[in-house]
């Protein structure tokens, strides 16, 4: 399986701050990379896919970039409603979909 | 609006059995490909499994294989998962989530809750 591995697994940071998570992939996975926001006692909400295309309705200072193995989340101006949990995952093949481990963004 | 609701979530013993259901409603249900998607408690997401819209492919993660199994029922807008010989670390909220139109899981039920305990 392709294991997936986000960084930090945790983000401290204020309103209107700029923050980008990482996340690697094992192997080269093209540009099959989503990304999903969830809150606690919450399903996740998705917010991007083939690792750049916003989901519709998603706000624009969401933006995620990279192929291959290496992607990134940037959110340009933290907002209150953005502190979550975040997900990547790859799903080059549906018999093998792997997510990462999650990084919480957390108020600092 | 278009929409996921899981059922049949529950406490059960080991070695029990549990069948999910997922009613989805406004939007073409037999078009789309449907996954079940867990998170153990204070843990991240695990893909279970998948199935195509007509049914024809189905995958499932190696732990669930030979113990779980997904269908769906297009006349009636439902996906289930049968889960047989359950043991303590199937413990999870189960999702139902479909694929959407360009790929990744763009709907999700809110989810149930599934307890594998004596």
């Known amino acids: 399986d392709i294991q997936m591995t986000q960084s930090p697994s945790t983000l401290s940071a204020s309103v209107g701050d700029r923050v980008t998570i990482t996340c690697r992939a094992s192997?080269?996975?093209?540009?099959?990379l989503a990304w999903y926001q969830q809150k606690p006692g919450k399903a996740p909400k998705f917010l991007i896919y083939?690792?750049?295309t916003l989901e519709s309705g998603v706000p624009s200072r969401f933006s995620g970039s990279g192929s291959g193995t290496e992607f990134t989340l940037t959110i340009s101006s933290l907002q209150p409603d953005d502190f979550a949990t975040y997900y990547c995952q790859q799903y080059t093949s549906y018999s093998s979909i792997t997510f990462g481990q999650g990084t919480l963004l957390e108020l600092k | 609006e278009a929409q996921l609701v899981e059922s049949g979530g529950g406490l059960v013993q080991p070695g029990g059995s549990l069948r999910l259901s997922c009613a989805a409603s406004?939007?073409?249900?037999?078009?789309?490909?449907m996954n079940w998607v867990r998170q153990s408690p204070g843990k991240g997401l695990q893909w279970i499994s998948y199935?195509?819209?007509?049914?024809?492919?189905?995958y499932y993660a190696d732990s669930v294989k030979g113990r779980f199994t997904i269908s769906r029922d297009n006349a009636k807008n439902s996906l289930y998962l049968q889960m047989d010989s359950l043991r303590a670390d199937d413990t999870a909220v189960y999702y139902c989530a479909k694929v959407g139109r360009f790929d990744g899981f763009d709907l999700w039920g809110q989810g149930t809750k599934v307890t594998v305990a004596s």
């Open positions: 192997q080269s996975i093209s540009s099959w």
């Open positions: 083939k690792a750049s």
């Open positions: 406004g939007f073409r249900f037999s078009t789309y490909s």
């Open positions: 199935i195509t819209g007509t049914s024809s492919i189905i």
